[in-house]
C-alpha cells in the first residue's frame, strides 16, 4: 500500500537503504541530497513492493504545488524495477492539495495516471564506462577526436582541485549566467548540494585551464553505477578551444572502469545532444510531467500570472 509522508515521519536511513535496491539514477533521491535541494521535501512510499517517489514540493498564488530543484535532472518513482502501471498508480496517490506540479520523472512509462496529467518525453545520454578509456575513445566521433587534438595543442589543462565556492563564482560571473534565470531559490539550492558533495566525498568540480585561467568547469557526481555530470559550462572563448571537449574526455579518462556511465544529464536540446552523441552516448529516456487540477476559479489566474 502507498503510504503519503511527511517530511518528520520519513525514515532517512531505510529510505537511503530501499534506494541502495533501486536502479538508475539514484543520486539524485538520496535523502542528503533532497534535503539540501528541497528542505521539507515529502514522500509516497510503499514499503510492501520496495517503491519510493519524493515530493518536492512549493507554493505557488498560495497553493502547494511540486516542482523539479535546481539543479536535478530526474526523480519519479524509484523500485528495483520500473512499471508503467505502478508509475502510475503512485502519481494518483499524491495528496488532493498538491494541485499543480510540473517535475521530471526517471521513469520511461506511466500507465493510468488519472486525470490532469500531461507527459512528455525527454532524452538523457550515457556513456558506457565499464571498459578501457581506449575502448571508450574508439566510439568518439571523428570531429571530437579532432576537437580534443586542437584542445591538447592549444595548451588546455584540467585542474581537478576547484573548490564549490570557486565554481559557483565561475558560473555566476560567466556572461551566459543571466540567460539561465537562475533565482535566489534555485542558486541556494545548487550551492547547497555542492557543499552536500564536497563534504561527503561524492565528486568534486573540475576546471579546464586556459594559461593558467578557467574557462570551463563542471560538478561530477560519483554513486553507484555512474558518474553524473551535475552542471558544467564553457565561457564563450572556451568554445573554440574546445575546453568543454577536454574536460569531459578527462572525466571519463578518470572513471573509466570505475563506474558502468557516465550520465551527462542531457539533453533534449538536438545541438546538445549530438555533442553528447559524439562521445559514444547511448539516449535513455525519461518523461516531464505536467499536473493541473485547479478549480475553474484559479484557471485564470495561472494563465495570466
Known sequence: MISYLRH??????????LLDRCEG????ARSAVLDAACPGWEALWDDERGALMPLTHHRKWGIPYLYQPFPLQQLGVFAATDDALRNGEFLRALPKRFR?????LTNAAVEGAGPGWRFTTRQDQLVPMDRSIAAIRKGYSSNHQRSLRRAEAAGLELDGSMGPEAFMDFLTTAPQWPAWKVGPRQQGSLERLL????????????AVLHAGRPVAAGCFVHHGDRTIFLKGLALPEARSLNAMHLLIDRMLEQRAGCARWMDLAGSSDPALARFYAGFGAVTTLYLHALLRRFPVSLRGQSEQA
Open 25 to 28: 539514477p539514484v543520486w539524485y
Open 195 to 206: 557543499q552536500v558533495i564536497h563534504q561527503r566525498g561524492e565528486g568534486g568540480c573540475a
Open 8 to 17: 518528520d515521519r520519513i525514515d532517512k536511513a531505510a529510505w537511503d537503504a
Open 100 to 104: 499543480l506540479a510540473d517535475i521530471y
